[in-house]
T-cell receptor, first 116, second 112 residues
Framework: DTGVSQDPRHKITKRGQNVTFRCDPISEHNRLYWYRQTLGQGPEFLTYFQNEAQLEKSRLLSDRFSAERPKGSFSTLEIQRTEQGDSAMYLC??????????????FGEGSRLTVL | QKEVEQNSGPLSVPEGAIASLNCTYSDRGSQSFFWYRQYSGKSPELIMF????GDKEDGRFTAQLNKASQYVSLLIRDSQPSDSATYLCAVIKPGGSYIPTFGRGTSLIVHP
């Protein structure tokens, strides 16, 4: 078990460009989450998948954000037409499903986005 | 009112003391409660979870839950400088989706 991996770890981009982040969850976990974290704040929920189905999206997720999880394995989070306010750490986490202990999330190291 | 509230701190305690971290939540029907530790520049890692009223102990850590008062706390006994980190409280609200909602975290500093 290699844990949750995210790529890239750091991304610097210019305003208006598109960026894509990838997350590989722990292989036996069927739930995958994306959170965003800014300095001094806790992780804010963006979206989650159970297997390949995207079951919930936060109101924070504007139409510039899209996430996929083809075949229920890895996931991608794309941000189109980036804005400076998108600068944050994007955290991916996975968990197994089944009752209240589903909140036991295993986080990746995060992808830090800086929009200039 | 935020869904999960924590004092941002920093909470400063001397080495060997008990550190007490508190969290309140707004949704009375919340089911499960989690404490994560986040070192600076790192991602959160789970320390403990608690579902039932009362205390739950794991080594130097004790989680306390009081559903009537809607608060959950984390006690760290014999605090060490290596415990210096941000502690995040996470709550699962009722509704079936089991998505953890996090507080902003409390920064703990343990000084020698």
């Amino acid at each position: 078990d290699t844990g949750v991996s995210q790529d890239p770890r750091h991304k610097i981009t210019k305003r208006g460009q598109n960026v894509t982040f990838r997350c590989d969850p722990i292989s036996e976990h069927n739930r995958l989450y994306w959170y965003r974290q800014t300095l001094g704040q806790g992780p804010e929920f963006l979206t989650y998948f159970q297997n390949e189905a995207q079951l919930e999206k936060s109101r924070l997720l504007s139409d510039r954000f899209s996430a996929e999880r083809p075949k229920g394995s890895f996931s991608t989070l794309e941000i189109q037409r980036t804005e400076q306010g998108d600068s944050a750490m994007y955290l991916c986490a996975s968990s197994s499903s089944g009752g209240p202990n589903t909140g036991e999330l295993f986080f990746g190291e995060g992808s830090r986005l800086t929009v200039l | 009112q935020k869904e999960v509230e924590q004092n941002s701190g920093p909470l400063s305690v001397p080495e060997g003391a008990i550190a007490s971290l508190n969290c309140t939540y707004s949704d009375r029907g919340s089911q499960s409660f989690f404490w994560y530790r986040q070192y600076s520049g790192k991602s959160p890692e789970l320390i403990m979870f608690i579902y039932s009223n009362g205390d739950k102990e794991d080594g130097r850590f004790t989680a306390q839950l009081n559903k009537a008062s809607q608060y959950v706390s984390l006690l760290i006994r014999d605090s060490q400088p290596s415990d210096s980190a941000t502690y995040l409280c996470a709550v699962i609200k009722p509704g079936g989706s089991y998505i953890p909602t996090f507080g902003r975290g409390t920064s703990l500093i343990v000084h020698p």
